[in-house]
């Protein structure tokens, strides 16, 4: 079963930055869209950045515009969320997902593989 691998959580303070990385087990990375979610204690799951299938495009979610960044490695089959400035309401457990029919999904409802996510923790 394919299933993206999440890496690179922890406590940090606020702002500081962290980066997340996801790897892809199957040989058809460049198909698929790829998106960060993230979902707090008590909340829904949320967008946080998606890139398209080549890495030219990419969509964030406005209450990490400009201080995310979203990148992919097709080549090494990688996606990165570099995250800076954080700020304590971005703890949530981060999550990796891929969509095999959109680029830049917003809803957790275009993906079709996640990943167990990794747990960001920002103090103040």
């Known amino acids: 079963q394919v299933q993206p691998v999440e890496s690179g959580g922890g406590l940090v303070q606020a702002g500081n930055s962290l980066r997340l990385s996801c790897a892809w087990s199957g040989r058809t990375f460049s198909r698929y869209g790829m998106g960060w979610f993230r979902q707090a204690p008590g909340k829904e799951r949320e967008f946080v950045a998606a890139i398209s299938r080549s890495g030219g495009n990419t969509n964030y979610a406005d209450y990490v515009q400009g201080r995310f960044t979203v990148s992919r490695d097709n080549a090494k089959n990688t996606v990165d969320l570099q995250m800076n400035a954080l700020k304590p309401e971005d703890t949530a457990v981060y999550y990796c997902?891929?969509?095999?029919?959109?680029?830049?999904?917003?809803?957790?409802?275009?993906?079709?593989?996640w990943g167990q996510g990794t747990q960001v923790t920002v103090s103040s």
């Open positions: 997902a891929a969509s095999r029919d959109y680029e830049l999904g917003r809803s957790k409802y275009a993906y079709d593989y």
